[in-house]
Each structure stands twice: as C-alpha cells, then as structure tokens.
C-alpha cells in the first residue's frame, strides 16, 4: 500500500518533521474512516456489508407496506482461493474488481450492489419478483464467464455461483433469515457444479393456480360441449392440408 | 347480529354478468326482510352502484384514503336503512391501492360494519388485487355465473385463486341470465362436478335467474327493478335468493352458539 510515503521527499523544503506532511498523514486518515463511514468498499468500489444489512432491512420494510417483493441475489466467485494461491493476491483483487464492475454496468439504477465478504456478493434488488431476478442472476453469471481476466498474456477464467431468492410482503421473517435462505440456494449451486444459478423454480414448474387442460375442459357440458367439439373438428380438417398446429389438443 | 355483520363479497371473474344488478336488488330485498342493509362499491376506480340506484353521490372512498376523510360521513342512505358507500368514477390510481392503504381501510371499514346487519360488497371484474383482497376479508364469498362458457371458465379461475392462495373453502353460488330454472341446475351441476373434485372447495346453489327485459330496463332507469316491480318473477326468484342466505346464516350462528 502506497500510504507511507518518505516524509523526507514529500516536503517541499525536504525537512524531517515536516507539518505539511503531518497534515496530509492526518487527512489521508479521515478520509479512509469517511469512506468507511459512507459504505463503499474500497476495492470494488460496491457498497460494504454495514451498509448491505442496513438496505435489506429497509427493502424488506418496503415490502411489508408497499406489497412489491424484494429480490436478493448472493453471489461468490469459484475457486478465488486457488486463484489467491496460484496467481497471488493482486490477481486475486483484480478478478473482485472484474466481477464488481462487469456486474455494476449489469444491473440496475435502483439495485443495491455489495460487497458481502472477501470473495462473496449481494445484490438487492427491490420491487423484483424471483423471476426477474433469477434471469438477473444469469446475466451476471454470463457476462463474468464470457470476460476472463486477462495478466501478462494470460487468460484466467472467472466464474461465480449465485444463489436467488424473494421476500414477499406476506412473510414476517428477519433479514438474517432472507439472506439464509438465499444462501441455501448459493451453497446448491456450488455443489451441483459452480457456475450457475439456484433459486426456487419449484412455483414456475407446478404453474400454480393457471387452469388446466382438463378443468377448461370438463367445465362445460351438454350442448356446449358438442358444438365446441364440432366447431373444432371442421376447423382442424380445413387445416389437414395447412400442416400441424402445434397450439391446439 | 350487529356486532358481527354477516359480510358478502359479490363476484364473478367475468365483467357484466349482473354482479352489481345482483348486489343493489339482493339489498333492496334484505331491507324488506327488516335488515340494515349497507353496500360498498368495491370496483374502486369505475363506480357503478351508485349508477343503479339513482345516487349522485359527492364523496367516495377516494375521499376516505386520499383525503382522510371519515368514512361514516362518506356513506349515503338512499333509503332507511340502506347504506350505500360509493367508489370514484375514472380515478386509477384506486385500483392499485398500497398495502399500508388497504390496511387502514379495512381498520374503517370494520368499524363502518357495527353498525348494519348485512354488508354486501361489490367487486371488479377480474382477478387483480382489490378483488382478492375484498374477496378475502368477508366472511361470504358469493359468486355469480352465467351459462356462457367464459363466464364458467373466470369464476372457476377465481375460485381456484381464492381457495389454493387464500384457503377459501366455501362458495355460494348464484347464476345468472340463464334460459329457464333448468338451465341453472345444469350449470351450477356441472360447474359444482369440477370445482369439487379439483379444488375439493364446497359450492352452495343459492338460487338463479332467468333473463328478463325487466333488468336492463331498470338500469337504464336507474331504478333497481326488486323496487320497481315488485311482483315480477325476477324479483320473486331474487327474494328466494335473500332467504336462502339469510336462512345459511341462521344456521351457521346456530351451530356456533
């Protein structure tokens, strides 16, 4: 770190006990406990996990009154520890720094992105449903696997697993547990392979309450349905000779 | 009764099948049954109960949640007995009230209740926020289908919405503009077969009604046609409708006692 600088060379005068650089030692000071005091992390520049606790807890609030979910994204780069041992620290810095501005141009102005721990991410994302913000989640994941860092002509691959989940204004849960949950889905993701994005697709696949086949079916009876089956049967030989439709039973 | 108001959401899914038609004159008969009767027009951004019966009303619920008003002094009383809460004509922005907004107005509105024997509220069309929300507050889900299969198809889709997110399990049901009486059994039958053995939900026929000239007349005269004519069969099979929930609530009350 290039924070002590040789007193001597820094005074115009090339003094020893120099006020000017007492001044600027001071300063330097002040500016670093303000940063940390506006919640910047100083590497990547996201925002730090003092100020990440202090934003879910107010989206989750928002949520509670305005009825809008709040998605969160927690994120973590594959294999930064062998990257730290293989390429050392500075490398290991320079991938943080890669994925945080990659992601910072991914996402948008209302989302709250941070620098959760050393090699760990959260973004919050507010008024997002889980959809949204799981196809969020593979934009990032995307765009950091398609962009190695490059150093000295060498390619080094990126990749992060995310974990994706939603807080709805019904639930009464703390924060601490939104961030569990999405970690259980970060830690899935890790273990089926790395790379890739979990969340809860479980309510995508069952379709929910969406009618089905059979109930649209069922529902009218008698001459209802006869006409409809007919109407349907001289539509599909009008068709014989256009090809399959693939839309209808 | 009055402390605990039996409470009615009317509704349909499909726009135009006689839920407000089927609200003001359900009321109109409540009120000849000796009931305190007050009805909110819960299709908050496009007021239609006060079109049915005559009201030129100045405030609304817009008032009660935009301007804090209260809500006792927005409540018209076109007749003795019969409250009649209006909602606003062409203001969107009631559509999409806030959870916080919601909340506040039930507070009003349980408050409102004390004081009638029966509240009847009549909902939008579709299945968007303020009608689940409605739909989920009452103690009574009333919901009014016709023999056309869209109509069928949206209340099925409501009842599926409120009975697996909401855990609604009871129904009454009323049909509407049907051909003949026969009609109606058939219709509830059928519907009753499907909801029963998918959504495992309770439907109870509470009555229908057959198509009569009668009823868009007394739109267009803005006159509710229970009023108007009296003695007509419409009005007759409404009545039977009016009993029939009252006499459920009897026996509910008295199983609970």
Known sequence: ??????????????????????????????????????????????YNFRHFKEALTTEMERTRRTGLPTGLIIADLDHF???????????GNMA?????????KQIRQLDIACRYGGEEFAIIMPGTRLA????????????????????????????????????QSGEA???????????????????????RVCFDDVGMKDRGTELSVDERRLLFTGPYAAKSNDRDNQWQSKRKNKGPNQNVE | MSNNPLTVCIASGKGGVGKTSITVNLAMSLLKEGKRVLIIDGDLGLANVDIFIGLNPK?????????????????????????VLPASSGVPEMVSLGLEEQLRLEGYFRELFKSFDVVLIDTAAGIGASVIWFNTFVR????????????????????????????????????????????????????NKVAESFLGVKLDYIG?????????????????????APRAGISAALKKVALKILAIERDLQTKTA
């Open chain 1, 1 to 46: 770190m290039k924070n002590i600088v040789d007193p001597v060379k820094l005074c115009p005068a090339e003094r020893e006990a120099c006020p000017l650089v007492e001044e600027l030692a001071s300063l330097r000071k002040e500016v670093a406990h303000l940063r940390k005091l506006i919640r910047i992390d100083a590497l990547t520049k996201l």
């Open chain 1, 81 to 91: 520890k062998s990257i730290n041992d293989t390429y050392g620290h500075e490398v």
């Open chain 1, 96 to 104: 943080l720094i890669s994925a945080a501005t990659l992601w910072m």
């Open chain 1, 132 to 167: 949204m913000a799981a196809q969020a989640a593979e934009r990032l994941r995307s765009v950091l696997a398609n962009r190695p860092l490059v150093v000295d002509g060498h390619q080094i691959t990126l990749t992060a697993s995310f974990g994706v989940d939603c807080f």
């Open chain 1, 173 to 195: 849960i703390p924060a601490d547990e939104f961030v569990d949950r999405a970690d259980h889905y970060l830690l899935k993701a890790k273990k089926s392979g790395r790379n």
């Open chain 2, 59 to 83: 405030t609304s619920i817009r008032d009660v949640v935009e301007r804090g008003y209260d809500p006792k002094v927005s409540v018209c009383f076109p007749r003795d007995g019969l409250g």
């Open chain 2, 140 to 191: 009574s889900n009333l919901i009014v289908i016709t023999p056309e299969p869209t109509s069928i198809t949206d209340a099925y889709a409501l009842i599926k919405v409120l009975s697996k997110k909401f855990n609604r399990t009871h129904f009454q049901i009323m049909v509407n503009m049907a051909e003949n009486e026969k009609e109606c059994k058939v219709v509830f039958g059928q519907f």
């Open chain 2, 208 to 228: 229908g009604l057959t198509l009569d000239p009668i009823v868009p007349k007394s739109v267009r005269e803005q006159r509710p046609f229970f009023e108007s």
